[in-house]
T-cell receptor
């Protein structure tokens, strides 16, 4: 199973953009890149996913490197409610077996 | 997205006992999974709950310790048997989403927080 590497923690000021990086150098051509976040005392919440092209939704944007060996989750304006652990996960097309890494704990400063 | 309800949400259990966790989904789903999250750790997949057949367990997890049932497409149970303090964890049910773009994602319940004393 392909693995991902993320920084253990990051800090951001409220109202500022946040760029959360993820390295996945062993990604295969059929692996989707998924991002989830886990707020305190809750189950993981779907954020966004993509394959090759950059993706936008109401929660965030996903920027995928041209060689697909890395990606960045972008929160355009961090709020205190965005404080959570963010997980970058690879999912092989046709399967739903998710391998969670350690994630990045995002702290948002008021 | 599917709405997933888990029971119990929290419990304190005596060592040596067993506890069954229920997962109810508001719509029929093809795939259901059970995860464990130990204190301060990331999530680990326990097994895939298969409707009408035995669950498929990941390495390190066995049916005798974590028996799973899935009688239909909206319901599953996970039993944690002969519990020890090391079983203190959050147990999460997850399902594959619906059709279209959401069909590529899985959704999680709020989890069942178990403490074994």
């Amino acid at each position: 199973d392909a693995k991902t590497t993320q920084p253990n923690s990051m800090e951001s000021n409220e109202e500022e953009p946040v760029h959360l990086p993820c390295n996945h150098s062993t990604i295969s051509g059929t692996d989707y890149i998924h991002w989830y976040r886990q707020l305190p005392s809750q189950g993981p919440e779907y954020v966004i996913h993509g394959l090759t092209s950059n993706v936008n939704n109401r929660m965030a944007s996903l920027a995928i490197a041209e060689d697909r060996k890395s990606s960045t989750l972008i929160l355009h304006r961090a709020t205190l409610r965005d404080a959570a652990v963010y997980y970058c996960i690879l999912r092989t097309s046709g399967t739903y077996k998710y391998i969670f890494g350690t994630g990045t704990r995002l702290k948002v400063l008021a | 997205s599917a709405v997933i309800s888990q029971k119990p949400s929290r419990d304190i259990c005596q060592r040596g006992t067993s506890l069954t966790i229920q997962c109810q989904v508001d719509s029929q789903v093809t795939m259901m999974f059970w995860y464990r999250q130990q204190p301060g750790q990331s999530l680990t997949l326990i097994a895939t709950a298969n409707q009408g057949s035995e669950a498929t367990y990941e390495s390190g997890f066995v049916i005798d310790k974590f028996p799973i049932s899935r009688p239909n497409l909206t319901f599953s149970t996970l039993t944690v048997s002969n519990m020890s303090p090391e079983d203190s964890s959050i147990y999460l049910c997850s399902v594959v989403g619906g059709t279209g773009t959401s069909g590529n994602t899985i959704y999680f319940g709020e989890g069942s927080w178990l403490t074994v004393v």
